[in-house]
């Protein structure tokens, strides 16, 4: 099955500096690469996803880069502000059966 | 957007009883539920897909006669814990897919068995 990688584990970045979340994954049929954004006590949120047939998706200061020959996709914040403060979570399916496998999360602290 | 709701967000039983959860669509059609479990500072884990009108697909390592999944309509899906211990408690989330198009997550249930 698949497995899905996450590091750091933990991240510190000064307010307005930018963060960079990384995973990779091992199964070649995953084509959906899901980032979820989960705060204390709540469900996981949809942030932004990238399908296998793009490089690069951007959504104001959030970005995802994928490279499907070496299996790594990443999560790219930018302008960093302390309500991006949270645990995010990147996954991985082959969309077509829509179970994610979730990597280890990621608990970024933005300090002010 | 659309909406998945769970209920109750928050329980408290005693070891030995069955606690039921909910998950609801609010305003889409959910043909597949999926049932996750995420224990405190870690990962979401898959325990079972939920189909509508059929048996739900267990994970392995997931006990089927103690996590019940029930997914009578096209809106909802109970998971239901049975004779819960202390090493039951953990947060658990539904997530419910509009018709493959995306994956929506509940705010999850937090369950604590004394």
């Known amino acids: 099955g698949e497995n899905v990688e996450q590091h750091p584990s933990t991240l510190s970045v000064q307010e307005g500096d930018s963060a960079v979340i990384k995973c990779t994954y091992s199964?070649?049929?995953?084509?959906?690469f899901p980032w979820y954004k989960q705060e204390l006590g709540k469900g996981p949120q949809l942030i932004i996803d990238?399908?296998?047939?793009?490089g690069e998706k951007k959504d104001q200061r959030i970005a995802v880069t994928l490279n499907k020959t070496a299996k790594h996709f990443s999560l790219h914040i930018t302008e960093t502000q302390p309500e991006d403060s949270a645990v995010y979570f990147c996954?991985?399916?082959?969309?077509?059966?829509?179970?994610?496998?979730f990597g280890t999360g990621t608990r970024l602290t933005i300090i002010p | 957007g659309a909406v998945v709701s769970q209920h109750p967000s928050r329980v408290i039983c005693k070891s030995g009883t069955s606690v039921k959860i909910e998950c609801r669509s609010l305003?889409?059609?959910?043909?597949?539920m999926f049932w996750y479990r995420q224990f405190p500072k870690q990962s979401l884990m898959l325990m079972a897909t939920?189909?509508?009108?059929?048996?739900?697909?267990?994970e392995q390592g997931v006990e089927k006669d103690k996590f019940l999944i029930n997914h009578a309509s096209l809106t909802l899906s109970t998971l239901t814990v049975t004779s819960a211990h202390p090493e039951d408690s953990s947060f658990y989330i539904c997530?419910?897919?509009?018709?493959?198009?995306?994956?929506?997550f509940g705010e999850g249930s937090r369950l604590t068995v004394l």
């Open positions: 997530s419910a897919s509009n018709r493959g198009l995306e994956l929506f």
């Open positions: 199964d070649s049929a995953s084509n959906y």
């Open positions: 990238i399908r296998s047939n793009v």
């Open positions: 996954a991985a399916s082959n969309f077509g059966n829509e179970k994610l496998t």
């Open positions: 305003d889409f059609q959910a043909t597949t």
């Open positions: 939920s189909n509508e009108g059929s048996k739900a697909t267990y």
